[in-house]
């Protein structure tokens, strides 16, 4: 009776999941193994048909690559300025929330404005930083124009819009360190470096490995700045299994391919979130 | 204790602060729409709604379509009120609309290639008897009319022709001495000059909207590859990998390595940014399509106007006709096949698909209705500046198209991932793939599509 009490009071968040997450998911499972346009009525199975033909078509493999790379990019570069900028403000005992609050500005606007911003303000050969270089004689090239740099500019972009978020989380985590163990490695004689090593970052380790799992999630879903500066060019230079899985289920009527790309992109997050879950269980069991 | 309330007092004016930017940036998503009320009962008590969804129209272009079509045909009858909704997204929400059953009554579409798969499906309705009703066909330019059915029967009419060609700066023109190009010679040889002046050879641009490619890809179609080697390549009966179709791709290719089409900047330049260049003085032309009139009014203003010549663009095959054009649409509208008012959406199509309706928008937003029809008989004289410029450049592009010298614009009657293809000829430009790469991959997905039933109907040029 008790249990069936639980799995009532289970029921809602379970409904909600199966009908945003569950069916949808099924759903698009399904599809991909069919030629489904989007919207004819008719809907015919063809097994593999759509994975061999994104694994036969070089911009799939393109886009795969470099959305390896623009995850090897989010693991380490926010990462390290987030966590330097956390270590630093803890150190503050005034202005450290100003300082959040700066750094977390362009997390909470929408990803158009700072991509306006960026392609306005810095970006723009006209009124832009690169115009006003241009205009002083400086022969600056355009970051987003060249297919060697155009990853790395919209990265920066990202990069620049996520790293306060990342300070913030880390900075949370470590101010939950008990002082005590703290204080104790300094009366031991431990030097910053040494009291962060052996005090601050195992206390933080778990916030550290979740962050990692949700970059890894969110870099195989990764769509809003490159389709906003770049839409996948020059020349696929920036595209993505996302932006190529947009372009083929809304330009192109090819649902069930985009869906076969949907998924591999599915199964990118899910290997992070069954890592992430081991993890935990691992922690506990120990 | 002390600690802890100055954090909680600042953790309150963080929220706060971030709730405050949160809620202001969301504001900038709101679709507006051109009813002032925005809703069926605003002044028409008992009136059924007529709903149309239309890109992100510039306010001042709001509100010439709210002037010229939607006050004028709300006060025409008591029946139904048009609402028509800008949205910024619309060709994504009527994509989903549709799939979905739902959407406007009048759907805007991007063109035949858009309409085929909606058509088939059952979501757009046929429009034959309303085009029988209103004698659409002895009104409408033949290649245009054909190239919106669908198994014979019309689903969609586009709003506006749109060509490309070449836009100019007249007064660079006269202070440098030379003279509009009617050759590609002579047209590469201003842009030579102008580079070595530290001008952009001519000025473009795909930021925010990747499909600016195409235009280039038609471009080089139509005045390079030919309109008969085209018109055979869509049906048929010449292979994309044909030798003309490959020299074409790499023609503009060439074109992009030399930095005639704003060299490094071209992603990073939008038709704005290209039209204040070009009225800046920073460049002799603006090579692209006539919708983009219409934001050239922003920068060449009053006597500025007269500074802005437009004129076909040369061919690269001599043996072509001159003047030469590439057939193009801006955009399509249908009837939804689940709109519980068809006849009014009819009637409101009609009125929009007459030369008055021509002649009232383009005077005071030139670039986005040269409406099709087959001539314009209507008094067109108290149009000036650059609305004059327009209507004249529509005037030419209608005679060309009934003596049949016309090429296609990809986006018109290239079927989906066919005009994709097109899309990605940037990989030709930036040397990460051959144009026989590019064309044996466009040959593989177009033969898919030919054999779907994709390809819409494709009018014959001249021969």
Redesign the interface.
Known sequence: MKSFRYYILLLPALLLSMSVVLIPGLLTAYISFTDWNGVSPQINWIGLGNFRAIFADNVFWKALGNNIRWTILFVTVPVFIGMLSAVLLLGRRINATLYQLIYLFPYVLAPITNALLWLNIIFNPLTGVIGFLRKIGLNVPAPLGNINTALYAVAAVDIWHYWGFLTVVYLASLRQTPMDQVEAAQAEGANGWQVFRYVYFPSILPTVLLMYVMIIIFSFLTFDYVYLLTGGGPAHATEMLSTYAYTLGFSTFQVGRASAVGLVMSMFGLIAAAFYTWLSRREITE | MQRFKH?RH??W??TL??LG??AL??C??APDAASPSGSADAGGGERQTVTMWFWGAPPEHQETMKAVLVDPYNASQSEYELVVEFRNTV??DI?VA??AGEGPDIVYGSGPSFVA??A????LENMDACSAANGWQDRILQPIYESGTVNGSLYSLPNSLNTLGIFYNKAVLEENGWTPPTTIEELEAIMDEAMAQGMYASVTG?????PV?ENYASLFLTHAAGPQAVHDALTGELAWTSPEIQAAVEKSAEWYQKGYLAG??????NFN?AV??LADGRSPFFIGPTLVFQFATQFFQGEDAANLGFIPFPNVNEELAYPLYTLGTTASLSINANSDVKDAACAIIDRMMTDQFLVDMTARWPGYWGVPVKEINVDSSQLTGLSAEYLSAIADIMAAINSGNFGYFTATFFP??T??EF??I??V??G?ESASDMLERVETVFTEELNANLVPPIPAPAQ
């Not at chain 2, 490094?264 to 330049?269: K, S």
């Open positions: 954090l600042s953790l004016f963080v602060l971030l930017v949160t940036s969301a900038a998503a060709d994504k994509s549709l799939a798969p909606y088939t499906a059952g979501k795909n930021k925010g909207w990747k490619n490094e900047d071209y992603v990073n330049l940014d204040q260049l989906p991932a005009q994709q899309i990605n940037d990989t430009w930036l990460t």
